[in-house]
């Protein structure tokens, strides 16, 4: 009986020890299975109203006169050669697309890579990779590239190296050509071979990004840019983060559009994007991108009168317009760039699954982790004031806070994040910090596109993400000595954020709530 | 026997030995005499216009006669905006739609004040060492003197740097490196502020010169001319690839080689400005309208110095003027005047230098009289020559414009003579600054028509003789003639040695027929 109470009471103890240890095994086992279940879900597209593609309010008559033709100019498509309008021949020999408004789309004209269709009904007004419609019209005998599909991102593609796989190149290699268009005489140019580039691990892509805000953007003050890179420093540092400013050759300020920072403002985006995306020369860069001949203006099309088909450069300032046509004296151009200067920035929807309190509680998790260092921003109850423009001689962009979400530096991020193309002081795994504004309805993240889903996108800033799951298809050059992404002790923290109670489940959901309310 | 034999050898030896020494200062005063009269009888003839064919007519200047009407109208405000004079103040209200937005920092207040000789758009304007009287007109001295304390509307409290002098060309100063002496810099340092008494509250310092004098961190670039630049401006990449190709053996066995300045944009061959570093009229105006001026635009679109207290307008300071969408502001029925003010300020600037006409031979012109010393014949011999020791083979003779999309500016020949490429030229030429596909001893081979006008020569105007500046072309040539050498790494010799030896070797009288040539541009 003694033996038995001592064996209950042994029995009780090897059973409390196997009941913790079981536990123990349990929570040991399933710990990382319970924190992977409680990993956010992207809520996707944010619904409700559009918030992009309108114009800054506040212009005055003549600016807002402007906005209609200016809109005119981007939904423009460009052919080679031929009909009653001057104004739209120039493409090619060598282009991606014909006109701004096929890749800029997304949500509205001026936004980035379009969303396939059927993903939030049809209140996008574009949707689906427009370059299927492009690549073969007018009987042009282009090959799709095997990476441009119809739901997936209209991607421009860059070579790194030249072909001996060692020299930097970088450039674009332009997806179609005008061989076999009834607009373009003989004309006889081959498409790059994407198969061969590929293969040689020489293919790199960018998305397009959506230009919205812009206008308020270029004018910010290159102190604040510089002000900005230099607060808070210590803890940019115990966090791996610096940061540096492209700065533009010519007048010693900070470079600050498209992925690499590499232009200093919409003019010089958007000259070198006609010039490099359709082929169409202007007053910036007058020659075609390919010079072969039967490929070079004038086309056997071309109008009797005009006077954009004679030669180079395809668009340029026009003589012959009249007074009640004033605003057509510029080149194509210098017009976009005005659409591009009065867009207005993406305004803010409500917080995915109506819940207002998980995204101000995101918002104060961004700035704690340390998103907010580097995706500069005011934020509430914080430190943190953002930018705000300087007065502007277009009033309406003057004195405006910009809550874009950058600090237009570009950083280090990381081997499977790098292209290996160098642009200005961007080395290959370098990119600016891309604007988060919008960000709440854009489908397609990062440079090239590579995921849908804005939780693999932030993690997708650590470095190796793609090599420590399994995922192929990291091209960052194996040879080349890149330093780790300066983010991977800020998603080292967004990580742990799973585990964080929240308003909407966890923290990491309510920041993922914040940024799909942007 | 002996002894007689002995004194013999010694005779003889003797005899032989002053023969010989004779013989050698013979030799040796015939050469030095033919040293000094080669110094003494090639010579610049000097500035076309100043110093000879004082009553030539300068071609220059004009925009070119085959543009249409409608094209040849914007010659009066697209020559207005390049000749305005910037003031500080723009109207907040917008009005003044050209003409304002100088500084903070600045080098001139205008385009013309710098691109002056012989006419507006041109080269360096300044006076000759020799003092007024043998200047042209309105650019008689450096026009920086006129500007650096405030041109009547603003006053600045600046003082003159040492190296602007008042007969000396234009230069504007770069830093090659920052002030760790290390770290590349190579951009300019606007001369001038705005600090003084109409903007008190503006108190930034010019820079340091002096130190960076000291410090051996101080280069210079005098102003190119423009004349042609509408050309040069779509010239196919292909053909100046191709002429770089050309002649490779010949080129390999002088030592020339020659790299393009290729766009990181689009791949298209880079060729305006001292390093080739921009592409086109249009960009390379729109970045000097700031870094000169000082004058915010749609391209740079921010102040150049934004200390509180200097930022005086609101940017872009050259904007679109929107008022002007139908002519002229207010015009109800959308009848007013052509709408050139629409167009930014540097937008006109650049359709003013696209229309230049490029500049014809002095020869073209006046036949023999045209040619220095009113020997036709000189002039083609000296081209010859300048064929023959190799000088075209960077100094190309011309290229073809391709069809234009302003009709009459294409299928041109342009006898520019230039490759429009970059060459190392030696660590006395060398500036220590890299842009683009320039390194620090690299410079884009510079054009040579209008060089019968112009008065300084090289990238910093250091000579004001043509000779010198041929002579300069050659590595080491300032080393040893006790010149300033401000090149600092090891570069590699110049690619112009050969030929400027081969320019040594032709007789006194080929090189004057060169020299005559070259003046007759």
């Given amino acids: ?518 | 026997m002996v002894e007689r034999q002995n004194r013999w050898k010694q005779l003889v030896v003797g005899r032989t030995l002053r023969l010989v020494t004779l013989a050698g200062g013979a030799c040796l005063i015939v050469a030095l005499t033919a040293v000094l009269w080669a110094q003494a009888t090639v010579s610049d003839p000097g500035v076309r216009g100043i110093n000879w064919c004082t009553g030539c007519a300068n071609t220059v200047g004009t925009f070119q006669s085959t543009l249409t009407t409608q094209e040849q109208e914007s010659e009066a405000p697209a020559t207005t905006q390049f000749e305005t004079s910037a003031v500080v103040t723009c109207n907040t209200d917008g009005s003044n739609v050209t003409g304002c937005g100088l500084g903070p920092r600045f080098n001139g207040n205008s385009c013309s004040s710098c691109h002056a000789q012989p006419v507006a758009g041109g080269s360096s304007p300044s006076g000759l060492p020799s003092g007024p009287g043998l200047c042209n007109g309105a650019s008689c001295t450096n026009p920086l003197f006129q500007v650096y304390q405030g041109d009547g509307t603003d006053a600045f409290s600046n003082t003159m740097p040492s190296f602007e002098t008042l007969y000396g060309p234009v230069l504007i100063p770069r830093f090659p490196y920052q002030s760790d002496l290390k770290t590349p810099d190579g951009t300019v340092h606007q001369l001038f502020t705005i600090a003084g008494t109409s903007y008190s509250g503006c108190t930034i310092a010019q820079p340091n010169f002096t130190q960076a004098q000291q410090q051996n961190n101080l280069v210079f670039r005098q102003p190119l001319p423009l004349f042609g630049d509408g050309y040069i401006d779509f010239i196919q990449n292909k053909d100046i690839l191709n002429n770089l190709n050309a002649n490779l053996s010949l080129k390999a066995s002088l030592g020339i080689g020659g790299v393009p300045s290729m766009s990181g944009s689009d791949g298209s061959v880079q060729r305006m400005g001292w390093k080739a570093q921009w592409r086109a009229v249009l960009p390379a105006t729109l970045a000097e309208e700031k870094v000169e001026e000082g004058i915010s635009n749609e391209l740079l679109p921010t102040e150049i110095d934004q200390t509180p207290g200097c930022v005086i307008n609101a940017v872009p300071e050259d904007p679109t003027n929107y008022s002007y969408l139908y002519g002229d502001p207010g015009s109800t029925g959308k009848t007013g005047m052509h709408p050139w003010f629409f167009l930014a300020d540097a937008e006109r600037d650049a359709i003013f230098e696209r229309f230049l006409e490029r500049p014809e031979t002095a020869t073209q012109l006046l036949g023999a009289a045209g040619c220095p010393g009113g020997v036709q014949k000189s002039c083609t011999n000296g081209q010859t020559d300048f064929n023959n020791v190799g000088c075209v083979l960077c100094h190309t003779t011309s290229f073809t414009t391709p069809p234009a999309s302003i009709p009459s500016q294409g299928h041109i020949v342009l006898n520019l003579f230039s490759d429009l490429v970059l060459h190392h030229m030696g660590s006395c030429l060398a500036d220590n600054i890299t842009e683009g596909a320039a390194a620090g001893d690299m410079w884009r081979t510079a054009p040579l028509w209008d060089v019968g006008q112009r008065i300084a020569f090289m990238h910093d105007g250091r000579t004001t003789n043509i000779l010198t500046a041929i002579e300069e072309h050659a590595d080491g040539w300032q080393k040893g003639h006790g010149g300033g050498c401000t090149g600092v790494g090891t570069y590699q010799n110049s690619e112009a040695d050969a030929v400027i030896k081969n320019f040594n070797n032709l007789t006194v009288s080929q090189q004057q027929d060169l020299i005559n040539f070259l003046r007759s541009l």
């Fill in chain 1, 1 to 518: 009986m003694q033996v038995r109470v001592l064996s209950s009471d042994f029995s009780k103890l090897i059973w409390g020890v196997v009941s913790a240890t079981i536990l123990a095994l349990l929570l040991f086992c399933l710990g990382p299975v319970l924190a992977h279940a409680q990993t956010a879900t992207d809520p996707g597209i944010r619904t409700g109203a559009l918030g992009a593609g309108g114009f800054v309010s506040g212009l005055n008559n003549y600016q807002q006169e402007m906005t209609s033709p200016a809109t005119n100019f981007m939904e423009e498509v460009n052919i080679v050669a031929g009909g009653p309008n001057v104004k739209r021949v120039g493409l090619g020999a060598t282009f991606d697309s014909n006109s701004c408004n096929s890749c800029h789309a997304q949500v509205g004209v001026g936004g980035g890579s379009p969303a396939p269709c059927g993903i939030k009904g049809s209140l996008f007004p574009t949707c689906g990779n427009q370059l299927l419609s492009v690549y073969n019209l007018m009987g042009a005998t282009n090959v799709l590239p095997f990476f441009e599909t119809q739901s997936g991102p209209s991607l421009v593609a860059r070579a790194p190296y030249q072909p001996d796989l060692v020299t930097p190149a970088g450039g674009v290699q332009r997806l179609f050509t005008i061989t076999g268009r009834t607009d373009a005489g003989t004309c006889n140019i081959p498409q790059p071979d994407f198969e061969m580039l590929s293969a040689e691990n020489n293919l790199i892509f960018r998305n397009t990004p959506p230009f919205f805000g812009e206008g308020l953007m270029e004018i910010i003050n290159d102190s604040d840019i510089i002000a900005n890179m230099n607060a808070n420093l210590a803890l940019k540092m115990s966090l791996g983060i610096s940061g540096n400013a492209n700065i533009d050759p010519d007048d010693g300020s900070v470079d600050r559009i498209g992925w690499k920072a590499q232009h200093r403002s919409l003019l010089a985006f958007i000259a070198e994007a006609y010039d490099v995306e359709e082929g169409i020369d202007n007053e910036f860069f007058p020659n075609k991108t390919n010079e072969t001949p039967g490929c070079t203006p004038p086309f056997p099309l071309g109008p009797p009168n005009g006077n954009g088909t004679h030669g180079v450069p395809d668009d340029r300032t026009d003589w012959a317009v009249l007074p009640a046509t004033g605003y057509l004296m510029p080149g194509d151009v210098e017009r976009f760039a005005i659409f591009g200067r009065l867009l207005a920035p993406p305004a803010p929807g409500a917080c995915p699954y109506s819940n207002p309190s998980s995204c101000s509680n995101g918002q104060t998790y961004f700035a704690s982790i340390g998103c907010v260092l580097c995706h500069t921003n005011a934020i509430p109850g914080t430190t943190y004031t953002g930018f705000t423009t300087p007065p502007s001689s277009i009033a309406a962009l003057g004195n405006q806070p910009v809550n874009l979400y950058s600090d237009l530096l570009v950083h280090h991020m990381g081997v499977c994040l790098a292209d290996n193309v160098t642009q200005g002081s961007a080395a290959g795994d370098e990119f600016k910090t891309p604007p988060l504004w919008g960000v709440g309805q854009r489908y397609f993240f990062l440079h090239d596109a590579r995921t849908t889903d804005i939780v693999t996108a932030i993690q997708e800033h650590a470095d190796g993400y793609q090599q420590d799951n399994g995922i192929p298809g990291c091209t960052g050059n194996p040879n080349a000595q890149y330093p780790p992404s300066e983010a991977d002790a800020v998603i080292a923290a967004f990580n742990n954020l799973s585990t964080v109670a929240g308003v909407d489940g966890t923290a990491q959901q309510d920041l993922i709530n914040f940024l799909r309310s942007l």
